[in-house]
């Protein structure tokens, strides 16, 4: 295994120690949620981030509409005596984002060639076309080239 690869494996580790977590967004967001699970009014916060409270509900709307600072977020969860983490959760591990992005990619080169060869009377069987899908798509998870997040 190269230097690269051991490096990608250790990223790759960091990302999958966040499946399992549930990090749905509540439907108040966060910010409003956890301040009224708290009992702490929009005033009581603003009086603790140095704001007014006009500020929080601003903030509050803002998370909502998605335009609210990560620096926000942090402030507003330290006033309230929370931890502020953030995350990109993957739909499964990192291998399997990976695999189905080498399967759309292996699909696509496979594809194309078995249109040139059907052309050419050349066409091949169901079966061996999704053995060379196979093939190709391990062989382009081990070697990771430059294009594979390119969808062309």
């Not at 790759?12 to 977590?21: K, N």
């Not at 006009?54 to 903030?59: T, V």
């Not at 078995?114 to 050419?120: V, Y």
Request: with cysteine.
């Amino acid at each position: 295994m190269s230097v690269k690869q051991t490096v990608r494996e250790q990223y790759r580790a960091i990302v999958d120690t966040v499946q399992g977590y549930n990090f749905e967004v509540p439907p108040e967001g966060w910010m409003r949620t956890v301040r009224k699970a708290l009992g702490m009014s929009g005033a009581q916060l603003a009086r603790r981030m140095g704001v007014t409270r006009a500020r929080i509900a601003q903030a509050e709307k803002a998370e909502l509409d998605g335009g609210v600072t990560l620096k926000s977020m942090q402030a507003a969860a330290e006033a309230m005596g929370c931890r502020f983490v953030y995350a990109f959760v993957p739909p499964g591990t990192i291998e399997n984002v990976i695999a189905a992005q080498a399967r759309r990619k292996a699909h696509a080169i496979v594809g194309r060639a078995g249109t040139h060869m059907a052309l050419e009377s050349q066409a091949v069987s169901a079966d061996r076309t999704q053995g060379e899908v196979t093939r190709l798509m391990n062989e382009l998870i081990y070697e990771m080239p430059s294009d594979f997040w390119e969808d062309k």
